[in-house]
């Protein structure tokens, strides 16, 4: 496995796999939106151990890419979670980003039983045959047993949070809502109210009230995919469960804005949004 360090700690038995599509990460980035790759953050991997690991769940194993720092025992743990594109540069990315603060970073590919989202260049075609076809009884079960992972491999059980984008922040709110085991949570973007299915049965919205652990939201007020109200009324209902919701809005941001392989990248508020979500982890002992 390639790795600045090949700790024992990344390195797992490989196991049967069996209906997956995808059985390794793609490489590069994603083919499904417009990008502006030269733009894009390259963090490096001086120090840190990293590269793709396989996540044993029920019906096989998942690929994904974990980076950690070198020779550090038992540090904290961040799931990261996915855009619609799949685990692809920009998410390995935000991983060497978190291994450099001294986290164990881990993004499953939550996608692999579905398709190739390697191969995949039409955005609505992933959300139609793919987004929407995904059981989020199957995505809770996949982040969980990687939150397993995490700790077989000397992850700190004491010391573990989510991290997503977009689809991403959509089930960081799921996650907090179901897994005790978090002590954070931070949602990029995360669409809180859409169409429900009987594989997608409830939204965030409806199981605010069920939150585990204290959650940061982070908008676009010029992000016109994402109602304002539905994230207001999130938030009002957690705290009136007595759960601890925090949203912020950056007004000059459009969906997306952490995204800077995109043109709708913001520069600005990236930076802002991104101390503010590390400030976070820290408040909730994630450090």
Same mark, same amino acid.
Not at 45 to 51: C, K, R
Not at 206 to 212: F, S, Y
Not at 271 to 287: K, P, T
């Given at each position: 496995?390639?790795?600045?360090?090949?700790?024992?700690?990344?390195?797992?038995?490989?196991?049967?796999?069996?209906?997956?599509?995808?059985?390794?990460?793609?490489?590069?980035?994603?083919?499904?939106?417009?990008?502006?790759?030269?733009?894009?953050?390259h963090?490096d991997?001086?120090?840190?151990?990293?590269?793709e !690991?396989?996540?044993?769940?029920?019906?096989?194993?998942? /690929?994904?890419?974990a980076?950690?720092?070198?020779?550090?025992?038992? /540090?904290?743990?961040?799931?990261?979670?996915?855009?619609?594109?799949? !685990?692809?540069?920009?998410?390995?990315?935000?991983?060497?980003?978190?291994?450099?603060?001294?986290?164990l970073?881990?993004?499953p590919?939550?996608?692999?039983?579905?398709?190739?989202?390697s191969?995949?260049?039409?955005s609505?075609q992933?959300?139609?045959?793919?987004?929407?076809?995904?059981?989020d009884?199957?995505?809770?079960?996949?982040?969980?047993?990687?939150?397993?992972?995490?700790?077989?491999?000397?992850?700190?059980?004491?010391? !573990?949070?989510?991290?997503?984008?977009?689809?991403?922040?959509?089930?960081v709110?799921?996650?907090?809502?179901?897994?005790?085991?978090?002590?954070?949570?931070?949602?990029?973007?995360?669409?809180?109210?859409?169409?429900?299915?009987?594989?997608?049965?409830?939204?965030?919205l409806?199981?605010?009230?069920?939150?585990?652990c204290?959650?940061?939201?982070?908008?676009?007020?010029?992000?016109?995919?994402?109602a304002?109200?539905? !994230?207001?009324?999130?938030?009002a209902?957690?705290?009136?469960?007595?759960?601890?919701?925090?949203?912020?809005?950056?007004?000059?941001?459009?969906?997306?804005?952490?995204?800077?392989?995109? /043109?709708?990248?913001?520069?600005?508020?990236a930076?802002?949004?991104?101390?503010?979500?590390?400030?976070?982890?820290?408040?909730?002992?994630?450090?």
């Open positions: 496995m390639p790795s600045a360090d090949r700790s024992p700690h990344l390195e797992r038995p490989q196991l049967g796999r069996r209906g997956f599509v995808m059985t390794s990460l793609m490489t590069g980035f994603t083919l499904a939106t417009t990008r502006a790759e030269a733009a894009a953050i963090t991997s001086v120090g840190l151990s990293v590269g !690991v396989q996540i044993p769940v029920a019906d096989g194993n998942l /690929p994904a890419y980076a950690r720092p070198a020779g550090v025992a038992n /540090p904290p743990v961040v799931i990261v979670i996915e855009e619609i594109f799949g !685990v692809h540069e920009y998410i390995k990315d935000v991983c060497r980003r978190l291994a450099k603060l001294g986290y970073a881990v993004a590919e939550l996608y692999a039983r579905l398709a190739d989202l191969t995949m260049s039409d609505a992933i959300m139609r045959d793919v987004i929407l076809k995904a059981p009884a199957t995505m809770l079960a996949d982040l969980s047993a990687t939150v397993d992972w995490a700790v077989a491999h000397h992850g700190d059980s004491s010391r !573990v949070a989510t991290l997503g984008f977009c689809r991403g922040g959509r089930d709110w799921l996650f907090a809502e179901k897994d005790a085991r978090l002590k954070a949570a931070v949602a990029f973007y995360g669409p809180v109210a859409s169409p429900t299915s009987a594989i997608q049965p409830q939204t965030p409806d199981l605010a009230g069920q939150l585990k204290p959650l940061l939201g982070l908008y676009g007020g010029r992000d016109q995919s994402i304002p109200a539905d !994230v207001h009324a999130a938030q209902k957690a705290q009136v469960a007595g759960k601890t919701v925090e949203i912020v809005y950056y007004p000059d941001a459009g969906h997306g804005f952490h995204a800077d392989y995109r /043109p709708s990248y913001n520069a600005a508020d930076q802002a949004a991104w101390a503010r979500a590390i400030a976070w982890l820290r408040e909730y002992d994630v450090a």
